[in-house]
């Protein structure tokens, strides 16, 4: 007669069968995840190039480069903002708020003739001597009046006025045409200013004004 053997002897049977299976014996060690290595494991034989290296952003350049990474242009209504916020500024004569448009070394000059200075000093003065709170209500200028050219176009327009220094190809020049110049007897404006400007994160900053207007 077979014998079959108990369940009990079956499970005995197979604990002791398991080492031999895996191919470990008595005396086998298993890497326990305490002992692995810290470094990245990899496939052996496989070689890993290092992550090329992107260049900056830039606005333009050679199409000799093997890699050019460009930067997006900047939508040609941000310049026209920008001035239109310093005219915002001015009238309501908040020195803040016009800070935030100009650059730190924004420079004036009053004429051909007329040395440079710094745009947050004259503009200081000018809110010390005039009142331009009283142009509330008026229209001092038009947005869609706004002329804007490449800065390099600054010679052909501008004939002897020079741009500031170190000007890029993606500086902006801007003319506005001011439409009320005096209130009362005083001159507030010139008949146009001059405005270059600079890309500054999303936006433009304001680098340098022209302007045929001497304070009295």
Same mark, same amino acid.
């Given at each position: 007669?077979?014998?079959v053997?108990?369940?009990?002897?079956?499970?005995?049977?197979?604990?002791?069968?398991?080492?031999?299976a895996?191919g470990?014996?008595?005396?086998?060690?298993?890497?326990?995840?305490?002992?692995?290595?810290?470094?990245?494991?990899?496939?052996?034989?496989?070689?890993?190039?290092?992550?090329?290296?992107?260049?900056?952003?830039?606005?333009?350049?050679?199409?000799?480069?093997?890699?050019?990474?460009?930067?997006?242009?900047?939508?040609?209504?941000?310049?026209?903002?920008?001035?239109?916020?310093?005219?915002?500024?001015?009238?309501?004569?908040?020195?803040?708020?016009?800070?935030?448009?100009?650059?730190?070394?924004?420079?004036?000059?009053?004429?051909?003739?007329?040395?440079?200075?710094?745009?947050?000093?004259?503009?200081?003065?000018?809110?010390?001597?005039?009142?331009?709170?009283g142009? #509330?209500?008026?229209t001092?200028?038009?947005?869609?009046?706004?002329?804007?050219?490449a800065?390099?176009?600054?010679?052909?327009?501008?004939?002897?006025?020079?741009?500031?220094?170190?000007?890029?190809?993606?500086?902006?020049?801007?003319?506005?045409?001011?439409?009320?110049?005096?209130?009362?007897?005083?001159?507030?404006?010139?008949?146009?200013?001059?405005? #270059?400007?600079?890309?500054?994160?999303?936006?433009?900053?304001?680098?340098?004004?022209?302007?045929?207007?001497?304070?009295?």
């Open positions: 007669m077979t014998r053997p108990s369940r009990a002897h079956c499970i005995v049977l197979a604990l002791s069968l398991l080492p031999s895996c470990l014996g008595a005396g086998s060690h298993v890497e326990t995840v305490t002992e692995l290595p810290e470094e990245p494991r990899r496939p052996p034989g496989v070689a890993v190039d290092p992550l090329a290296r992107l260049p900056g952003p830039q606005a333009s350049g050679d199409t000799a480069e093997r890699v050019l990474v460009l930067r997006t242009p900047l939508d040609s209504a941000l310049p026209r903002d920008t001035v239109k916020r310093f005219f915002d500024a001015v009238i309501h004569e908040d020195d803040a708020r016009l800070h935030a448009v100009l650059a730190e070394d924004a420079s004036f000059q009053p004429g051909a003739q007329g040395a440079r200075q710094s745009a947050r000093s004259v503009w200081q003065a000018r809110f010390a001597r005039l009142s331009y709170q142009l #509330f209500g008026y001092v200028v038009r947005e869609a009046s706004f002329e804007t050219h800065a390099s176009d600054a010679p052909r327009l501008l004939g002897q006025h020079s741009p500031p220094a170190n000007t890029s190809a993606a500086d902006v020049l801007v003319r506005a045409r001011i439409l009320r110049t005096h209130l009362a007897k005083s001159r507030l404006f010139g008949d146009e200013i001059w405005f #270059f400007l600079s890309p500054r994160d999303a936006s433009f900053e304001i680098r340098a004004i022209i302007e045929e207007f001497t304070l009295q």
